[in-house]
């Protein structure tokens, strides 16, 4: 019998064994994409204590103690931090085959050397340790990051941020890039006029100017666009159910935005149709400056209305959507693709249903001159478990090339979340290991084999990126 979180945790050959040990452990970090607070780490914050680092945002951690019967109080409400942690710790031993079980330890381990299982009884030893430890200095949100060996942090902004922390962030030398990405959600939301008139409002206020027309809303869009690109943005992202790829016309998004300016509803003919010139604007601006969009799909979010009107969105009331991806995002590729303005693109999916669709879909549009121009992305949100992983990871390696592969990102508010890239490189090296004592891959060629396995960790989303200054020994 193994022990529990043991250094060979998740490998289960020696070939694996060598590769992680050898091959994977020591590879830093690119966090390519994450909700982490640009503010808090210009601040270098200092976390309270361990329930405001690890409860404070955690939604995933939410739907546990949700599950586990706890009341809201203890996640989003006012209970004393110690007491929210208790009951944190009371609902881990029941999260048993859940990743945060595993994550939860990884976490304690890898930060704070703590290797008791958290549990009603650990709790009151482990809150205080690790609450102590993260008031220290060398548990800065900046320190956090070194730790971890963390080379480049790209996080997730609005365009009308003012991006005031990245820019101090620079202004103060830290020597980690902390880079923006440009997430337009918000701009191509018409289904509530109000919220939209709210965004063209914000964005009016950011860009000194009237926004009146469809015209004029596309001129400040892309003034934010290359203000973000001024600061060292070089990637777009999107969190969307689904592509959008319906024939439009210019009058028709016009007539459409004069309404929403009005504060008139529009028919679900006309969003679509909205959504899908916006997203189509947006691509050839990325485009235009060779950044790398990407395109979280299949999210069905805030299903729990009650909690949204009480508490908002992104509070655990997500889930796996089944839209039909296939046909509109093949459109929407090949549209861009036909006018020579695709730019490198990552597709990430969330349904497990549809991992081959997506694998293929990101084949069809390789262009030969760019490595891995369009990447299946990696298991996200509701797959970045070991099964999810795994099946990502093989649906990519029978469709396409997983040696190319950018691999993984935290896609995450915690500053403690990075133990999720070890998580990764073990089930990675597990699958290698494995096909090589199995005969499926030569062992002779081992050499070759860990270089897959550095490229993966680290080394292609360097290059892909265009941060490849990162590499070491090149």
């Avoid at 005969?439 to 960790?457: F, H, R, T, V």
Wanted: proline share 4%; glycine share 6%.
């Amino acid at each position: 019998m193994k022990p529990f979180l043991d250094k060979d945790f998740l490998l289960e050959t020696e070939t694996a064994k060598k590769l992680y040990h050898e091959a994977a452990v020591d590879m830093p970090i690119i966090d390519y994409h994450c909700h982490l607070s640009p503010q808090q780490i210009a601040e270098d914050y200092q976390f309270s204590d361990i329930t405001e680092a690890w409860l404070g945002g955690d939604h995933y951690k939410w739907r546990a103690m949700r599950a586990n019967g706890i009341d809201e109080s203890y996640m989003t409400g006012n209970k004393p931090a110690k007491e929210k942690f208790l009951q944190w710790a009371r609902t881990v031993p029941y999260t048993m085959r859940n990743p945060l079980y595993h994550w939860t330890h990884l976490e304690l381990q890898r930060y704070f050397g703590i290797t008791d299982l958290l549990n009603e009884n650990s709790a009151d030893a482990i809150y205080e340790k690790a609450s102590a430890l993260l008031r220290t200095p060398e548990y800065s949100v900046k320190n956090l990051l070194r730790k971890m060996g963390v080379k480049t942090v790209c996080t997730t902004d609005d365009p009308t941020d003012d991006l005031k922390w990245h820019q101090k962030l620079k202004d103060d030398g830290f020597e980690i890039p902390v880079l923006p990405a440009f997430r337009p959600d918000k701009a191509m939301a018409p289904e509530d006029p109000a919220a939209f008139n709210h965004f063209v409002s914000l964005l009016e206020k950011v860009t000194d100017s009237k926004i009146n027309t469809y015209p004029d809303y596309l001129k400040q869009l892309k003034s934010r666009h290359d203000f973000f690109a001024s600061m060292g943005c070089s990637v777009s992202d999107h969190g969307l159910e689904e592509i959008y790829a319906e024939d439009f016309t210019t009058d028709e998004i016009e007539i459409v935005f004069k309404q929403l300016r009005a504060g008139q509803t529009i028919n679900l003919d006309q969003n679509r149709k909205f959504k899908s010139a916006m997203l189509l604007q947006f691509a050839k601006w990325d485009h235009e400056k060779g950044w790398v969009q990407q395109f979280h799909l299949g999210a069905l979010r805030n299903n729990n209305t009650r909690l949204l009107q009480q508490m908002g969105a992104d509070v655990g009331c997500d889930s796996i959507g089944d839209f039909k991806q296939a046909v509109a995002l093949s459109k929407f590729l090949r549209t861009l693709d036909d006018a020579d303005q695709l730019t490198k693109t990552i597709i990430y999916n969330l349904n497990p249903a549809d991992n081959e669709i997506f694998a293929t879909m990101a084949g069809n549009f390789n262009d030969g001159k760019t490595v891995g121009k369009i990447q299946f992305g990696a298991a996200w949100w509701f797959l970045d478990q070991k099964n999810g992983m795994i099946s990502q990871l093989n649906a990519l390696s029978n469709m396409g090339l997983v040696s190319r592969f950018v691999g993984m990102l935290t896609d995450s508010r915690s500053f403690l979340s990075y133990p999720r890239h070890e998580y990764f490189r073990r089930i990675l090296c597990n699958l290698f290991g494995t096909e090589v004592e199995n005969g499926e891959l030569p062992a002779e060629q081992l050499n070759w084999i860990s270089q897959i396995i550095k490229d993966i960790c680290f080394n292609n989303a360097a290059n892909y990126f265009g941060w490849s200054h990162l590499i070491e020994n090149k």
